[in-house]
């Protein structure tokens, strides 16, 4: 509306001047060179993002945060500075994914930004990467849990997924859940995937912990997922 912009962003309505600087001077004056570069590198580490949520979607549903999408984002415009082969405008994400500090980086990696894994839970666990067994040994719950008021039960599960980031392909396998009551026994947790992924790229180990409320004799999930945590716990 003249030279007003009007828009929507995190629920709130703002307004901005309109911009001086035309789409087509953008794409094809020199001077705007570095904006292509950095746009079109935005563009492939919102793709590479994407796709990586899209193979753990069924993990995330009740496990993530409202920033989750520009996080991760965030995490592949990182890698792809990593590329050590490209040029400007052209480093893709896959290039330093494929790299021990890119690995490295994706390692440790939250996707409920509300609970990390490392405040909830305050237990050694040990993953074996090659057979995606996830094994917590001796967790007292109610000592060895940050858990929310009104929680009686907790659920932990694993996972285990191949991810190829240059062609496109993921294949995520699921471990056995493990369902406790939140008291003072200690318990062995071993979560084993149904089968070894298939595939090639990356191999990612993931934990996720759930907290229910039971209720006349049903486990009721707790704020709709806002106390779960779900984290990269290995990269291969």
Known sequence: MGNMTFYKKDGQYLVKEKSAISADKIANNPNFERTRENNSEFGLAGSAGKFLRDALRSLMLNASDTYVASRVTQL???????????????????????????KALLNGFNFNADSVLSGVLFKAFAVDAATGVITINNLVPQKD????????????????????????????????????????????VVLTPVALPAG???????????????????????KNGNYNTLAIVNVA
Do not use: C, W
């Open 76 to 102: 592949m415009m990182a890698e792809l500075k990593l590329d050590a082969a490209s040029v400007r405008g052209s480093r893709q994400p896959a290039a330093g994914l494929a790299t021990a500090e890119g």
């Open 145 to 188: 849990i940050a858990y929310p008021s009104g929680a009686t039960h907790l659920s932990i599960t694993g996972a285990m997924v191949n991810i190829d980031f240059a062609n496109g392909t993921s294949d995520l396998q699921i471990t056995n859940v493990q369902n406790q009551v939140i008291d003072l026994n200690a318990v062995n």
């Open 200 to 222: 090639n790229g990356i191999r990612i180990n993931l934990l996720k912990i759930e907290f229910f409320q039971l209720t006349n004799g049903l486990q009721y999930p707790l």
